[in-house]
């Protein structure tokens, strides 16, 4: 009981974090293919990790 709802758990927060990792590539390709400035991207990435 205890072990299924921690791996439960563990996959719900595995797919969370596949989630937001897929949403940054995603803004990234936009980033990319709209061609701004790698200052920009830069600048951008930044703001998303800090």
């Given amino acids: 009981?205890?072990?299924?709802?921690?791996?439960?758990?563990?996959?719900?927060?595995?797919?969370?974090?596949?989630?937001?990792?897929?949403?940054?590539?995603?803004?990234?390709n936009d980033f990319i293919l709209s061609k701004k400035s790698t200052c920009e991207i830069v600048f951008n990435i930044a703001w998303h990790l800090y």
């Fill in 1 to 28: 009981m205890i072990l299924s709802l921690s791996l439960s758990l563990s996959l719900s927060y595995s797919f969370i974090h596949t989630s937001l990792f897929l949403f940054l590539f995603m803004s990234y």
